[in-house]
């Protein structure tokens, strides 16, 4: 993975590239990636599974504790 001074310096150098030799190194890029680059499968399935479910119950109990609950002590 890039790091942000990575791209940063990269983004630098390429602005200092004339726009055809901008294209050589993207196609390069994308040469690199397509042979090096993760491959990882991605669920674009809208179903929420019991970990989904589970999750989201428990950042909402977490957020009603830290919002909701935490003003009736404040009041109660």
Same mark, same amino acid.
């Given at each position: 993975? @890039?790091? +942000?001074? $990575?791209?940063? *310096?990269?983004? &630098?150098?390429? /602005?200092?590239?004339? =726009?055809?030799?901008?294209?050589?190194?993207?196609?390069? @890029? =994308?040469?690199?990636?397509? +042979?090096? #680059? $993760?491959?990882? !499968? @991605?669920? @674009? /399935?809208?179903?929420? /599974? &019991? &970990?989904?479910? *589970?999750?989201?119950?428990? !950042? /909402?109990? !977490? *957020? !009603?504790? *830290? =919002?909701?609950?935490? #003003? %009736? %002590? &404040?009041?109660?």
């Amino acid at each position: 993975m @890039v790091t +942000r001074t $990575q791209a940063r *310096h990269i983004l &630098e150098a390429l /602005s200092t590239l004339p =726009t055809e030799k901008v294209t050589e190194v993207y196609d390069f @890029v =994308t040469f690199l990636r397509e +042979r090096y #680059g $993760q491959r990882t !499968a @991605v669920d @674009v /399935s809208d179903a929420w /599974s &019991e &970990e989904d479910l *589970h999750d989201l119950m428990r !950042a /909402s109990l !977490a *957020h !009603a504790e *830290h =919002t909701i609950w935490a #003003g %009736e %002590e &404040e009041y109660g």
